[in-house]
C-alpha cells in the first residue's frame, strides 16, 4: 500500500521556521516528481513547491520563492520543505505529493497533510 506521511507542522511565531518531512512507502519515488500543496480555511488547494526525481529541477511558487527549499533523500524515500520567515498568510494545511510533471506537479499519491500555523 503507498503511503506518503507528512510530519513536522505545528504553531510558530511569524518570522519563524519549520521543517516538513514527507516519507513515502509501499515503492520506491525514486523516478517521481514529489512536491507540496496548501490549502488555507476557504480557499483551494494550491501549490508550493516540487523537486524532480534527480533534485536538479525545482519549482516554486511565487509567493514562498526565497523563504521556502524543497529536497529530497531518495535513498530516504523522503521530501523535505524548509520555510523560513513564516507568514501568517502561510497558516494552511500541507500536503505532500508524487506524481508527474514540474511546476504544479500532477499528483498521483497524496498525504494525509500537516498543518502549520502562523501567529502573527
Known amino acids: 500500500q503507498v503511503q506518503l506521511v507528512e510530519s513536522g507542522g505545528g504553531l510558530v511565531q511569524a518570522g519563524g521556521s519549520l521543517r516538513l518531512s514527507c516519507a513515502a512507502s509501499?515503492?520506491?519515488?525514486?523516478?517521481?516528481?514529489m512536491g507540496w500543496f496548501r490549502q488555507a480555511p476557504g480557499k483551494e488547494r494550491e501549490f508550493v513547491a516540487a523537486i524532480s526525481w534527480s533534485g536538479g529541477s525545482r519549482y516554486y511558487a511565487d509567493s514562498v520563492k526565497v523563504r521556502f527549499t524543497i529536497s529530497r533523500d531518495n535513498a530516504k524515500n523522503t521530501v523535505y520543505l524548509q520555510m523560513n520567515s513564516l507568514k501568517p498568510e502561510d497558516t494552511a494545511v500541507y500536503y505532500c505529493?508524487?506524481?508527474?510533471?514540474?511546476?504544479?506537479?500532477?499528483?498521483?499519491?497524496w498525504g494525509q497533510g500537516t498543518q502549520v500555523t502562523v501567529s502573527s
Open positions: 509501499g515503492r520506491t519515488f525514486s523516478s517521481d516528481t
Open positions: 505529493a508524487a506524481g508527474k510533471g514540474g511546476w504544479g506537479l500532477t499528483a498521483d499519491y
